[in-house]
C-alpha cells in the first residue's frame, strides 16, 4: 500500500499529475486529496457534508456514529476522539474546510513522511513517492549513522530516512495542513498513566489483544504466522485459532542444540490440530545471515539500510510458501519483549516506582549480571535528562563498548561506530546527536524504561513497514498486533514492578491469556538465542562479503577503512556483540549498492 496526500490548494493539486495512483480520494473542493494503491476493502470512508474522514488500514468503525460526529467537530483537534478510541492499526486522515489532518500509528508500522514540493508541505505512507517528486539524495552523515551498534542509532535520529528534505512525522503526532500548504506537528497521543494493577492491566491486554486479532481475522480467512516457541508469537497463533482463522504456521529451526524453541513449537502445533503447520530446517541457505539488499531488488527500502535485511532471503522465501498456502496476511510476535520483558532501565525505575519491592528485584539483575554494588548505585543515581544522556552518548561513540557487567541504565542504550569506521564518520555521527541533543527533544515518556520501550517499538514498527515494502507485489503483508497502539498502551498503563513481578516471565502475558493459550505453553520461563545463524552465515557466505570489501561504496564516501572490515569480517570474534557492527556494516554496504544517489524527477 502507498498513497500521497495533497493539501487543498492549488499548488497541492499540482502534484498530482507527477504520481502513479490507481486509486484516488478528493477534497470537497474537488482538489486531489489522497492518490495511490491500496487493497480493495482497506480504505473506510467517512462523509459529513464538505467533511471528509478516511482510514486505510486494519479497523472496526461504527460509520453511521462517525459520521455524526464528524459533522459535530469544531476544528481538527476533535478528531482525537475518534484516533484514540479505534482498535488495529491504520493511517488517519481528515479534510475539513480547507485544512488536512494527517497520521499514521504510534509505532510507526503506519507512519507518515513529508516533503516540501512545489512551495508546499506533501504527505505520503512511504519515502518512494515524495523521491519521485523531489529527487532527494542521500544524507551521508543519517548513513553513517546507521552503521552504529548495537541497537543502531537512538530515537529520534532512527527515525529519519536517509534522504535529504524527506522527514518522519513526530511519534505521538499528526500532520496539520493548511489551507496554503503550510505544515505543523501536533502531538496528540501520551501513554496513560502506569497505573493498572497485574488483574487490571491483563485484562487491558487481553481485551485490546483480541479486538486487535479480530480486526485482522475474518473467520474462515487464511492466516500464516510465526510459530517460532516463544511466548509472543505462540499466543498469537492461539489467538488467532480462537477466531476462527484458518491458520497455516512456520517454525524455523535454530542452529543451536540448546534452544529449546523447536521443542515447545511442537508442543504448540500439537495443541492447534486444526491448523496447517510447518518446520523449516535449521541449516537451510535461508535462514543464515546474508548479505541483505541486491541488484536484483533495486531500489527496495527506500527510507535507508536495515539490519533485518540480512534474512531478506528467508522472508522472501517465507511469503511465497504462505501465498502458496491461501494467505495474504502473516503475523509475527514482534514487540512482545518491548511489552511484557524487561528493558535495560528497568532498574531505575522500579526503585523509584517502589523503593524497597524494587530493589529486591534490581539486586536478583545485579546478581543475575554480576554487576558490583557500587557500579550497581551509581547507574541507579543518575539523573541526568534525555537531552543530557544523548549529549553524553555522543562523546563516547568512538569507544570501545563498555564491560558486560557494567549496567547502563541510561535513557539510551550507548551505541558505539564500528572499530573500521573513519574519524570523519564519527564527527559526523557525533555532530547529528549533538545537535540532536541541542534541541532539546522531549523523550517518549517521563519515566525511562517506557521511553525505551516506545523507542524499541517504533524501531519493530519501522522494520514491519521496511519488510512491507521489500515484499510489495508478493500478495502477502507483515502485520504485527503487539505494535497496535490499543495494545500497547493496555500493557505499558500498567505499574512497572506488576509487569515485572519477580520469579515469573513475562507475567503480565501470561496472566492475560491464561484460558486462551493452555497452561503448558504458558509455564515457559525463558526464550531463545540466534547468534549461531549469524556465525554459520558469515562462515557459509564469507566470499559474498568480502566482495562488498573490494570498491567498498562506503569507503568511497569515506565512512569505513575496507581494509579493516575485511579483518573483522574474516575473523568476526568469539562473542555474539561482535557481530552487531558487522551486521549493520553489511546492511549499509548492500543497500549503497542496490540504491541509486537520485531516483526520482528533479524539483
Same mark, same amino acid.
Given at each position: 500500500?502507498? +498513497?500521497?496526500?495533497?493539501?487543498?490548494?492549488?499548488?497541492?493539486?499540482?502534484? #498530482?499529475?507527477?504520481?502513479?495512483?490507481?486509486?484516488?480520494?478528493?477534497?470537497?473542493?474537488?482538489?486531489?486529496?489522497?492518490?495511490?494503491?491500496?487493497?480493495?476493502?482497506?480504505?473506510?470512508?467517512?462523509?459529513?457534508?464538505?467533511?471528509?474522514?478516511?482510514?486505510?488500514?486494519?479497523?472496526?468503525?461504527?460509520?453511521?456514529?462517525?459520521?455524526?460526529?464528524?459533522?459535530?467537530?469544531?476544528?481538527?483537534?476533535?478528531?482525537?476522539?475518534?484516533?484514540?478510541?479505534?482498535?488495529?492499526?491504520?493511517?488517519?486522515?481528515?479534510?475539513?474546510?480547507?485544512?488536512?489532518?494527517?497520521?499514521?500509528?504510534?509505532?510507526?508500522?503506519?507512519?507518515?513522511?513529508?516533503?516540501?514540493?512545489?512551495?508546499?508541505?506533501?504527505?505520503?505512507?512511504?519515502?518512494?513517492?515524495?523521491?519521485?517528486?523531489?529527487?532527494?539524495?542521500? $544524507?551521508?552523515?543519517?548513513?553513517?549513522?546507521?552503521?552504529?551498534?548495537?541497537?543502531?542509532?537512538?530515537?529520534?535520529?532512527?527515525?529519519?530516512?536517509?534522504?535529504?528534505?524527506?522527514?518522519?512525522? $513526530?511519534?505521538?503526532?499528526?500532520?496539520?495542513?493548511? /489551507?496554503?500548504?503550510?505544515?505543523?506537528?501536533?502531538?496528540?497521543?501520551?501513554?496513560?498513566?502506569?497505573?493498572?494493577?497485574?488483574?487490571? *492491566?491483563?485484562?487491558?491486554?487481553?481485551?485490546?489483544?483480541?479486538?486487535?486479532?479480530?480486526?485482522?481475522?475474518?473467520?474462515?480467512?487464511?492466516?500464516?504466522?510465526?510459530?517460532?516457541? *516463544?511466548?509472543?508469537?505462540?499466543?498469537?497463533?492461539?489467538?488467532?485459532?480462537?477466531?476462527?482463522?484458518?491458520?497455516?504456521?512456520?517454525?524455523?529451526?535454530?542452529?543451536?542444540?540448546?534452544?529449546?524453541?523447536?521443542?515447545?513449537?511442537?508442543?504448540?502445533?500439537?495443541?492447534?490440530?486444526?491448523?496447517?503447520?510447518?518446520?523449516?530446517?535449521?541449516?537451510? /541457505?535461508?535462514?543464515? +545471515?546474508?548479505?541483505?539488499?541486491?541488484?536484483?531488488?533495486?531500489?527496495?527500502?527506500?527510507?535507508?539500510?536495515?539490519?533485518?535485511?540480512?534474512?531478506?532471503?528467508?522472508?522472501?522465501?517465507?511469503?511465497?510458501?504462505?501465498?502458496?498456502?491461501?494467505?495474504?496476511?502473516?503475523?509475527?510476535?514482534?514487540?512482545?519483549?518491548?511489552?511484557?520483558?524487561?528493558?535495560?532501565?528497568?532498574?531505575?525505575?522500579?526503585?523509584? #516506582?517502589?523503593?524497597?519491592?524494587?530493589?529486591?528485584?534490581?539486586?536478583?539483575?545485579?546478581?543475575?549480571?554480576?554487576?558490583?554494588?557500587?557500579?550497581?548505585?551509581?547507574?541507579?543515581?543518575?539523573?541526568?535528562? +534525555?537531552?543530557?544522556?544523548?549529549?553524553?552518548?555522543?562523546?563516547?561513540?568512538?569507544?570501545?563498548?563498555?564491560?558486560?557487567?557494567?549496567?547502563?541504565?541510561?535513557?539510551?542504550?550507548?551505541?558505539?561506530?564500528?572499530?573500521?569506521?573513519?574519524?570523519?564518520?564519527?564527527?559526523?555521527?557525533?555532530?547529528?546527536?549533538?545537535?540532536?541533543?541541542?534541541?532539546?527533544?522531549?523523550?517518549?515518556?517521563?519515566?525511562?524504561?517506557?521511553?525505551?520501550?516506545?523507542?524499541?517499538?517504533?524501531?519493530?514498527? #519501522?522494520?514491519?513497514?521496511?519488510?512491507?515494502?521489500?515484499?510489495?507485489?508478493?500478495?502477502?503483508?507483515?502485520?504485527?498486533?503487539?505494535?497496535?497502539?490499543?495494545?500497547?498502551?493496555?500493557?505499558?498503563?500498567?505499574?512497572?514492578?506488576?509487569?515485572?513481578?519477580?520469579?515469573?516471565?513475562?507475567?503480565?502475558?501470561?496472566?492475560?491469556?491464561?484460558?486462551?493459550?493452555?497452561?503448558?505453553?504458558?509455564?515457559?520461563?525463558?526464550?531463545?538465542? +540466534?547468534?549461531?545463524?549469524?556465525?554459520?552465515?558469515?562462515?557459509?557466505?564469507?566470499?559474498?562479503?568480502?566482495?562488498?570489501?573490494?570498491?567498498?561504496?562506503?569507503?568511497?564516501?569515506?565512512?569505513?577503512?575496507?581494509?579493516?572490515?575485511?579483518?573483522?569480517?574474516?575473523?568476526?570474534?568469539?562473542?555474539?556483540?561482535?557481530?552487531?557492527?558487522?551486521?549493520?556494516?553489511?546492511?549499509?554496504?548492500?543497500?549503497?549498492?542496490?540504491?541509486?544517489?537520485?531516483?526520482?524527477?528533479?524539483?
Amino acid at each position: 500500500m502507498e +498513497f500521497v496526500v495533497l493539501p487543498d490548494c492549488p499548488a497541492g493539486a499540482a502534484s #498530482a499529475t507527477r504520481l502513479r495512483a490507481t486509486r484516488r480520494i478528493d477534497h470537497a473542493s474537488g482538489r486531489p486529496w489522497i492518490l495511490g494503491d491500496w487493497p480493495q476493502g482497506e480504505a473506510t470512508v467517512v462523509e459529513a457534508g464538505p467533511r471528509r474522514l478516511v482510514l486505510l488500514g486494519h479497523t472496526r468503525l461504527d460509520e453511521t456514529a462517525t459520521a455524526a460526529g464528524l459533522g459535530r467537530m469544531s476544528s481538527l483537534h476533535d478528531v482525537d476522539a475518534v484516533a484514540s478510541r479505534l482498535p488495529g492499526v491504520f493511517h488517519l486522515m481528515a479534510s475539513m474546510d480547507g485544512r488536512t489532518r494527517v497520521q499514521g500509528s504510534v509505532a510507526g508500522v503506519r507512519q507518515i513522511f513529508t516533503a516540501v514540493v512545489g512551495g508546499v508541505t506533501v504527505a505520503a505512507s512511504g519515502v518512494e513517492p515524495l523521491l519521485r517528486l523531489t529527487g532527494a539524495g542521500i $544524507d551521508e552523515a543519517v548513513l553513517a549513522a546507521r552503521l552504529l551498534a548495537p541497537g543502531g542509532a537512538p530515537w529520534p535520529l532512527a527515525q529519519r530516512p536517509v534522504r535529504h528534505g524527506i522527514d518522519p512525522l $513526530d511519534t505521538g503526532h499528526w500532520l496539520h495542513l493548511d /489551507a496554503n500548504g503550510r505544515s505543523q506537528h501536533t502531538r496528540w497521543w501520551k501513554l496513560p498513566e502506569a497505573s493498572r494493577s497485574l488483574d487490571e *492491566g491483563a485484562a487491558a491486554v487481553r481485551s485490546a489483544l483480541s479486538e486487535a486479532i479480530a480486526t485482522r481475522v475474518s473467520s474462515g480467512a487464511t492466516i500464516s504466522a510465526d510459530l517460532s516457541g *516463544g511466548l509472543d508469537s505462540t499466543s498469537l497463533c492461539f489467538l488467532a485459532d480462537a477466531a476462527g482463522a484458518d491458520l497455516v504456521t512456520y517454525h524455523v529451526a535454530p542452529l543451536d542444540s540448546a534452544n529449546e524453541d523447536t521443542a515447545w513449537a511442537h508442543k504448540a502445533a500439537a495443541l492447534l490440530p486444526a491448523a496447517r503447520h510447518h518446520t523449516l530446517a535449521a541449516d537451510r /541457505a535461508e535462514n543464515l +545471515f546474508d548479505v541483505g539488499y541486491s541488484t536484483d531488488h533495486a531500489n527496495a527500502a527506500p527510507e535507508g539500510p536495515s539490519t533485518w535485511a540480512s534474512g531478506l532471503a528467508h522472508i522472501r522465501d517465507l511469503a511465497k510458501r504462505a501465498t502458496a498456502e491461501g494467505a495474504s496476511l502473516h503475523l509475527t510476535g514482534f514487540g512482545g519483549d518491548e511489552l511484557f520483558g524487561r528493558m535495560p532501565a528497568c532498574a531505575w525505575s522500579l526503585a523509584r #516506582a517502589r523503593p524497597v519491592d524494587g530493589l529486591r528485584l534490581v539486586n536478583r539483575y545485579r546478581l543475575a549480571n554480576r554487576w558490583s554494588w557500587g557500579a550497581t548505585v551509581r547507574a541507579l543515581a543518575d539523573r541526568s535528562t +534525555f537531552a543530557e544522556n544523548l549529549t553524553a552518548v555522543a562523546t563516547r561513540i568512538g569507544a570501545p563498548l563498555p564491560p558486560l557487567d557494567e549496567p547502563d541504565f541510561g535513557w539510551v542504550s550507548a551505541p558505539r561506530m564500528p572499530a573500521w569506521a573513519t574519524p570523519d564518520a564519527v564527527t559526523a555521527v557525533r555532530q547529528l546527536l549533538t545537535t540532536t541533543a541541542a534541541e532539546a527533544p522531549e523523550p517518549l515518556d517521563a519515566d525511562r524504561t517506557r521511553h525505551q520501550a516506545l523507542a524499541s517499538l517504533a524501531f519493530e514498527g #519501522a522494520t514491519i513497514r521496511h519488510v512491507n515494502t521489500a515484499l510489495t507485489g508478493t500478495g502477502i503483508h507483515w502485520d504485527a498486533p503487539f505494535l497496535d497502539d490499543r495494545v500497547l498502551e493496555a500493557a505499558l498503563a500498567t505499574q512497572v514492578d506488576q509487569r515485572l513481578a519477580g520469579g515469573r516471565f513475562k507475567p503480565l502475558l501470561t496472566t492475560a491469556l491464561r484460558g486462551v493459550v493452555p497452561a503448558d505453553i504458558l509455564d515457559r520461563r525463558d526464550k531463545g538465542e +540466534f547468534s549461531a545463524e549469524t556465525f554459520r552465515g558469515i562462515e557459509r557466505n564469507r566470499a559474498r562479503l568480502l566482495e562488498l570489501c573490494e570498491d567498498s561504496h562506503l569507503a568511497r564516501l569515506g565512512l569505513i577503512d575496507p581494509a579493516a572490515f575485511r579483518s573483522a569480517v574474516l575473523n568476526p570474534g568469539p562473542m555474539s556483540h561482535h557481530l552487531q557492527p558487522i551486521t549493520t556494516t553489511v546492511a549499509c554496504e548492500s543497500w549503497l549498492r542496490s540504491h541509486t544517489q537520485d531516483t526520482g524527477e528533479p524539483r
